[in-house]
Each structure stands twice: as C-alpha cells, then as structure tokens.
C-alpha cells in the first residue's frame, strides 16, 4: 500500500524531493528500506553520473555475489521503480542512474549555500550562512553515513560547523558580537581545536574582556601544544599580540573572508601580478568560476601565461601561493604547501596532522602552481584541503586537468592570432610591446602597416604562445625584425617536422627555446648551458668561475658564416653573460652596482633536459667546486673586520650551497665535506642547526675534523650531549695538531663542556686552543678560547677580570666585530650579580654588536642574560615580564633545545620572587636543575627551597609533573604564568 501512496505522489510531481540531512525521507514518505534503499543511495550519491553494474553488485552484495548478478540487480532496480517511479531511474549500457533534473536533494542545496561567494558583504553572508543553517535537520544520510555516504557525511558536518562558526563571524562584522557570546563558548568547549572559533571568540571578546580573550588564546596554545605538538597559526599569533597591546578593533586580524591579500607566511610568494593583454574574457571567466567552485584549474600548454592569469586573478584576495615548478618528488608536494600556509611543526608532531589541522583553519583561496609533473600527488594534496576546510578554495595551473571530483576546468588557449588580412590582434599587440621594451628605437616604426604585417606573420608562426612571443620580441636589437621572422619561420619548421609526436603547442614553445639556444655561437651556446646551474643569481665573478671549466669551442661541423673558426679560445665570461642578457636569456642587472643575473626557472629546465648527461656532471662539479671555494673565502672573512659583507654573502650563497652539496654528496664526497666545513662558522653564528645538519648526511668513514665539528655543533643546538661529545671527539682526533681543525674540534668540544658545568674541562680545553691560536697568529680563535676560559671560571666563582682583560686585548687587535660582541657579552656575564647596571649596559652593546653582523646566538644569548639580571633584580612590572615573554619567544622559534632551557633556567628567579611556588618547582624540573652548575645551580637551589617551604607536601608534586614537561611545553607554560601575571591589576611586587 506504501508503495502504491508514493509511485502516485511521484506520478503526479516532476520531481522528488529527498532529504538526507537528519531523518532520511522521500518527499513527505519515508526512504526506501533494504537493498532498494542502498541502490537509491548509491545513484544520489553519483550526483546523475552512470554507476557501474559491477560496482552496483559489489556494493549491494558486499560479503557474496548472487549466483545471477545481473538479475539479482535488476530485480532489485524493479523494487526501487516501484517506490520512486520509473522516469527518474534510467539504465544505460554501462550501468544505472538518476535524472538530475529529476530529484532536488537538500544536501546540494546546503552545499550551495555553505559556498563563500568571493568578497561578500557581511550582511548577505549571514543571510545566506543562516539560510544554511536552516536546512541542517541532523546528522546526514542516516545509515548510510558509515558506508557508501561516509565522505560525504563527513564533508557536510565539517560545513555545518563552519556554518555555525561563520554565522557568528558575521554577526561579529556587523558589530553584534553580544549576540553570539555564549554561543561561541559553546561551540569552542565542543571543538576546543578548532582555532576559527578561537579568533571568534577573543574577537567576541575584546576590548570589553581582555583577560578573558587572553585566557582563552593561552588555553588554546597549551592544548594545541599538548595534543598536537603545534604552535597557533601567524593569523592567530599576530591577534593576541593585537590584544596584549589593547588596539580597539582586532576584526581584521580574525576575517577569514576575502577583502584583503593574505600576508605571505613562506619563501614560495606568488608572482607579482603584471599587465595581461588580451586576457580580459579569460581573466572575467575565471573569476565567475572561482565565484561558483571550490576546485578550480587553469588548463593549457607550457608558455601559455597561466601562472600569470592566475596571479591577477587571486591579487586583492586572501591567497597562499605553492609554486610546485622545482619540486621533484610527489612526498614534497605536501611539504611544499605547508611552506606556503604556515605549517610550523614541533619536534615529535606529525607532519600530517599538522598539516590537516593547519588546511581546516584557513578560508580562502590556496593556489597550486605547475602541477603537471606531479599530478597525483597534486590532485590528492587539493582533495584533502577541500576535505579539511569548507570555507577553502583551490586554484590549480597545470597542462593537464587533476581528475579530482570538485575541479571546473578553465582552458587557456594562446592568445588571439590576427586575421590573414589583418594585424590586429592581442597576441600583435603584446609582441609590439615587449619589443618596445627590449629595443625602445622599435617605438619609432611600430606603427608602420608593413611591419605590424611582419609582426602579424611572425606571432601566428609563434601560435599565439606569450612566453614564445616574449622570447622572440626580446631579440630585437640584436636581430633586425626581417632577419627574426625568417630565421624563426625556418626553424620552427624544421623543428615541427623533425618531432611528430609531440602535441603542436607545446613543440612550439620548444621549438621557440631551442630555436634561441640555436641562435647562439657555440661558446655562448656552451655559456647558457653551463649558467643554467646556479639557483639563482650570479654574478660576472661567479660565471667566471664556472664557465672557466668549458673546453676550447670546437664546432664539428665546420664554421659557419659570422662564426670563430674551429679551436678558437673564444670571448671571455664577461662577454659571453651580457651577449645572453641582451638575448633575454638572462635576466639582466640593473644600471649600477655589482650586476646579478638570473636565468627563468623555464629556460633553466629546458636547458637541463636538453644537455647531455656527461656535459651537466661536468658543469655540476664546476659549479660545486666554485661554490666551496666561494664559501671558503667567505668563512675566511667572517674573521675579519668586514665580516658583515661575508655574513650577507654566505647567505646569498645558501641556494646554491644546498644544491652543490646535495650533488656532491654521492659523485664529491671531499667537496661536500668543504662546503659543510666552510658553512660550520657561520651557521652557528646564525643558529642554522639545519645547515649544520648536512654533515649528518656524510659518512662519518669519510668525515673530515670540520664536518666532525659541524656534526658536533649541530647536536649541542638541538640538546643531543651524548652525540656532541662523540662527534667533538673524533673532530679533535681527525684534525692536526695545532691547526685552526683543532681550534675549532676544541671550540665545539668546550660548548658541550660548558653547557654540562664541566668547568674544569672547559678551562683545559681552552688552555689548548689558546696555545695553538696564538702560535698560528690568529687573534679570533684566540679570543674565542679565552672567552669559554672566562665564562667557565666566572660561572664557577673563580677571578676571571684578568681573562676578560685579555680577550678584550684579543679582540680590539682581530677588529672582528663577532669577537668584540662575545667581549661584551663576557662582560655582562661576569658583572651580573655584583654590577647589574653596568652587566646589562655590556649586553645591550653585545645584542646591538651582534646584530650589526645578524649574528643571532650572541644576540640570542645577550638577550637572555640580560632578561637574567632583570628578572633577578628589575622591579616586578609588566616591563619586566614581557621582557621575560619575549626572550622565551625567542628561543622557543629558534630550533636550539641547549638555548632554549638555559634561558628557562634563567627565568626560574622571576617566579620565585612573583611567588609562583609551584611554578617554580614546574620549571626547574623541566629544564633539568640537577644539571645545573656553579652560581646558577646555587639560584637554583636556593629557589627550590624557598618553593618546598610554601608548598609543603605538595611541593613533590608539582616537580613530578615539572619532571615529564617537554621544554616547549615548559615554555607555553611559563608565558601562560606570565601571562597570569601580566593580567593581575595593581602592583606585581611581594
């Protein structure tokens, strides 16, 4: 009877309506049971698209097929016409499904809804936010929600939760955040994670509350931190310091819709969007798409302008840009997209979970660029951000659609080519333009019919491609525009017929590119090849160096008109750069100063392609040889009075450092150990444990003393003391005796010596070091062993004046401006207790000193004595503890395990005179106080007592829980202390 009810209703009505959100229901009936009721499911979800007969049967029959499939199937089809009526349901040859103008389910118009048009106004956005939620009857697709439907259940709770969070961040926008207080409480205590909610509510809360708003922030970070071994998001960080410096609207910092840029939170920036031509209905298209989809990708060949309309098209709307182009395996699509949004992992989290957490925070766009050569991995990558945030879009560059469920497609062909009868067309107009650019004399016959004919011939020959159009038009000057449109008929001709099977447009940018590389003399061919090394810049220094190794031009076959006769040495590297400048195959320099030249990431690729292997292992070694020595050089200045030239340099270098080591790891093990060797100095000085980890990568068999000491060094920055002695140990027995290797294994070996309070260790070691810098003459490796002496005995209570005396003696004769700041910083340390005035002058000379060098551990490490002496003797103000909150910011970013407990150690006395008893105990056992030494072990001591007095029998406790504190987490717990403090009304003393 049922049965007969609904086949009437569906009779009389064109359509079904069918609701899945809450209690499954066909129109005003209920949902189909049993097996008819699966195969329903299985077509809405396939939204109109043909499902397979065998999928049918595999899902229908899941533990065992019946004998006769297909008629167990179609008797199964035969029960669902009954119920849904028999238009609706249509068979094909390949399988079942259902008209899509037939059924209106109220899952897609809720989709539709929760779909943030792009710069919507506040007021329609909580129109069309609580018309969504309007729809929301329950939790989705009853039964079906753990079976076939499960994505899609999960998808829309995940928008239901973003609808209800942004229905609160527009009511917020429309200034009526009291509406939605309690509410925001309600929805953050259900979702403590969620950091959308987060922003809502301090935002919700602020000015009227703002220890509310940062009890609510702290609470968060601590959680994130414990659960997840994440920080806050820079969005999130940068609103609680918006509230801590009490500014009247933070609104700006929490939207999450479009309106403005997204500050660029990595190095992978998008490019600086330029003026299209000709691109005006492809640009308007693109936007309506991003308007109506969340997955959308820019299809066409290479060349054809697609990053660039994808850079206008995104410009004036919040966007994190991935520029996949140099990115060679699928595993580092991920970690290229967390560089891009943010992604700051902890030490012990999981890289995945940090990532999905950081993708289900963000609204608005993420744009995936170049993702032709990886294209799983991109697809799946763009599947998991639409997957994690409802209020995020994705935009994807790439010669070939990603196949994922939600992509739009938007074809960019080349630009429009003139008429046989005409040259007026864009693809005219930008090579007209370009032209101008490249040889400004072209403005005086542009406008000439019968070269605009020649252009219009030429960029037909070109298909329309921009970068080939821009190749050519960059050749005027050196070619007339006569000489260019012949040259480059016959070539692309001769290239066409020569590979068949490559696709028309994409031969023709290759073609261009070769036909340019074809142009070239053979030494300037040689030239390009071997320039296409460097990752970056270069100067004429540098191409000198690496063009040094090519051969005598040899042209075997015969010379040619207007080329240098066989075996002939050929131009000199000067030269031969700014011939490829003034071909546009280099980026040129600007007028003055020392000219940096770069080749485009394209040609730079096409030339790798093309260049035999042999060719490009000999450039690779070249190119790596250069490098240690450039970096050689550079750590040899870093000693001297202009060491914050040679600072900069080494960081210039760094691109091209990893990229020569990596190849020289296998095929140069001795060249890969000078680069670490000579990256040692200057990474310590700049914290890079990360560089300083390359020599983990060296066979320690093959290890030189310098790689032992960089390994040494890297281990004592991220607190591994075991490995560090180890490593230290076989630096000082590979290096000779009395050479700089040993100063520098006895350097390394006293850093660990000191951070253990082995002081008499330390004073031996440097003993040594000092002996060997003095007999080689070398003033910086003496200062530095006399500094750990002084540090060693002023920690340890023993006179240390005559040693600071010495290495101040030391210091001014090196002129090193490092050596000067470790003097200062020396000063302070011993003066702290007995003349905080003048310790804390010494250390503001030491920050600002190191500083001039962007040294950061001597900045760092000033910085935190100095935080010491305040928090030992400052007055209890709010001064005080956000200078303490700052130094352990510091620390807690810079990847230094050893330097962020010292500095926690050095704060243990703040809490212990804000009489924060238990806080006191926490910390100590945090940072390990049985490690401590000297006059610092003897603080700590003396506070811990203090502590046991006003805490009792509880005092075991607290250091229990101190006991099993990560250092980060000991950090987040500190500054929540001194937030604590910094909220409290009224004066801080006791």
């Known amino acids: 009877m049922l049965n007969a009810t609904v086949s009437a209703l569906t009779t009389r009505c064109a359509v079904l309506e069918i609701r899945v959100l809450g209690e499954l229901r066909l129109g005003d009936g209920p949902f189909p049971a049993g097996r008819p009721g699966l195969l329903f499911a299985l077509l809405l979800l396939a939204r109109g698209r043909v499902v397979s007969v065998p999928r049918l049967v595999a899902e229908l029959w899941p533990e065992s097929a019946p004998g006769d499939p297909r008629a167990a199937l179609h008797t199964t089809v035969a029960r669902l016409r009954r119920v849904v009526g028999g238009a609706v349901l249509r068979r094909s040859d390949a399988g079942y499904c259902l008209d899509r103008e037939g059924v209106v389910l109220d899952a897609d118009e809720f989709l539709t809804c929760t779909t943030v048009p792009v710069a919507e106004p506040p007021a329609a956005a909580l129109v069309r936010w609580e018309s969504a ?81 940062l009890r609510v922030y702290d609470g968060y970070r601590r959680a994130l931190a414990d659960e997840l071994g994440l920080d806050p998001s820079p969005a999130l960080v940068a609103l609680h310091g918006r509230v ?50 969340r997955a959308v990708t820019v299809v066409g060949p290479g060349g054809v302008g697609k990053t660039s309309l994808a850079a206008v098209a995104t410009a004036g709307h919040r966007h994190w840009w991935a520029d996949l182009a140099a990115v060679t395996t699928a595993d580092a699509v991920a970690r290229t997209v967390a560089d891009a949004i943010g992604v700051e992992v902890r030490p012990g989290a999981v890289f995945e979970t940090a990532l999905r957490h950081r993708l289900a925070e963000l609204n608005g766009l993420l744009v995936l660029d170049n993702c032709e050569h990886l294209l799983a991995a991109s697809a799946a990558i763009a599947e998991q951000a639409l997957t994690a945030s409802a209020g995020l879009r994705v935009l994807a560059t790439s010669r070939q659609r990603l196949g994922i469920s939600a992509e739009q497609v938007s074809p960019l062909p080349p630009l429009q ?96 590119i070769a036909w340019s590389c074809d142009l070239l003399e053979p030494p300037e061919a040689r030239a390009f090849r071997r320039l296409a090394v460097f990752a970056g810049e270069f100067d004429l220094a540098a191409a000198t160096a690496v063009l040094a190794g090519a051969p005598r031009t040899v042209d075997l076959e015969g010379p040619r008109e207007g080329r240098r006769p066989v075996d002939s040495p050929g131009p000199d590297a000067a030269e031969l750069v700014a011939r490829l400048a003034e071909r546009s195959l280099l980026v040129r320099p600007g007028p003055t100063g020392t000219g940096r030249y770069r080749m485009l990431e394209t040609l730079r690729t096409f030339v790798h392609t093309e260049t035999p292997a042999a060719e490009l292992a000999a450039a690779r070694s070249t190119h790596a040889a250069w490098l240690a020595a450039a970096v050689e050089d550079a750590d040899t200045g870093l000693r001297e009075p202009d060491e914050p030239r040679w600072s900069l340099r080494l960081d210039d270098l760094v691109p091209d450092a990893a990229i020569a080591f990596r190849w020289a790891l296998d095929a140069e093990p001795e060249t890969a150990c000078r680069i670490v060797t000579a990256y040692r ?29 960089a390994a040494t060094l890297h281990h004592w920055l991220v607190g591994n003391a075991a490995e560090a002695r180890r490593r230290g140990a076989a630096a000082l027995e590979a290096a000779e005796p009395g050479s700089r290797a040993e100063s520098v294994a006895l350097d390394a070996l006293s850093d660990q010596a000191l951070a253990d309070g082995d002081f008499d260790t330390v004073a031996e070691l440097n003993d040594r070091a000092h002996r060997g810098a003095r007999t080689r003459g070398d003033q910086v490796a003496a200062t530095l062993a006399t500094i750990a002496h002084t540090l060693a005995a002023a920690y340890s209570g023993r006179p240390a004046d005559p040693l600071l005396a010495r290495a101040a003696a030391e210091a001014r004769s090196s002129g090193n401006p490092t050596s000067l700041a470790w003097v200062a910083y020396t000063e302070g340390e011993l003066h702290a207790d007995t003349d905080p005035a003048r310790a804390l002058a010494a250390l503001e000379n030491a920050v600002a000193r190191a500083e001039s060098v962007h040294n950061r551990i001597i900045a760092g490490v000033s910085r935190t004595a100095a935080t010491a002496v305040r928090a030992r003797t400052a007055a209890l103000d709010r001064a005080t503890l956000a200078d303490a909150r700052a130094a352990v910011g510091y620390w807690s970013g810079a990847g230094s395990d050893q330097l962020l407990r010292t500095c926690l150690r050095n704060l243990v006395p703040l809490l212990d005179r804000l009489g924060a008893a238990a806080a006191v105990a926490e910390l100590a056992a945090a940072t390990g106080v049985t490690d401590a030494a000297g006059t610092e072990r003897l603080r700590l001591d003396a506070a811990l007592a203090r502590a046991r007095a006003s805490l009792g029998s509880a005092f075991d406790a607290s250091f229990a829980a101190g006991e099993h504190r990560t250092l980060a987490a000991a950090a987040d717990t500190l500054i929540g202390e001194l937030d604590r403090f910094a909220a409290v009304e009224g004066t801080l003393d006791r």
């Open 244 to 293: 801590l410096r009490q500014e009247t609207s933070v609104r700006d910092a929490v939207a999450g819709g479009g309106g403005a840029p997204s500050p660029d939170p990595a190095g992978t920036r998008a490019p600086a969007p330029r003026t299209l031509i000709g691109r005006d209905a492809q640009l308007t298209a693109l936007r309506t798409l991003l308007e109506l989809h």
């Open 681 to 709: 100095h200057w990474s310590y000085l700049r914290l890079r444990a990360d560089i300083l980890g390359w020599a983990l990568d060296i066979d320690e068999r093959r290890a030189s003393s310098g790689v032992h000491a």
């Open 133 to 213: 939620l309007g729809l929301w009857r329950g939790e989705p697709w009853g039964r079906f929600a753990a079976g076939p439907a499960y994505a899609e259940a999960v998808e829309l709770s995940e928008r239901f939760e973003v609808a209800r969070e942004e229905r609160a961040g527009a009511l917020l926008a429309l200034g009526r955040g009291a509406e939605v207080l309690a509410e925001l409480r309600a929805l953050l205590a259900a979702a403590p994670l969620r950091e959308r909610r987060v922003r809502l509510l301090i935002e919700a809360l602020t000015p009227g509350d703002q220890v509310g708003a």
């Open 417 to 512: 080519l003139p008429n046989p009868d005409s040259a007026a067309a864009p693809a005219v107009t930008l090579f007209v333009e370009r032209a101008t650019a490249a040889a400004p004399e072209f403005a005086a016959c542009r406008a000439d019919p019968a070269v605009r004919r020649t252009v219009a011939d030429l960029v037909r020959r070109l298909d329309g491609l921009p970068l080939a159009i821009e190749l050519a038009a960059g050749r005027l000057g050196a070619l007339t525009l006569d000489d260019l449109a012949a040259h480059l008929t016959h070539r692309l001709d001769l290239l066409r017929a020569g590979s068949p099977l490559a696709g028309r447009r994409q031969h023709t940018l290759a073609a261009t």
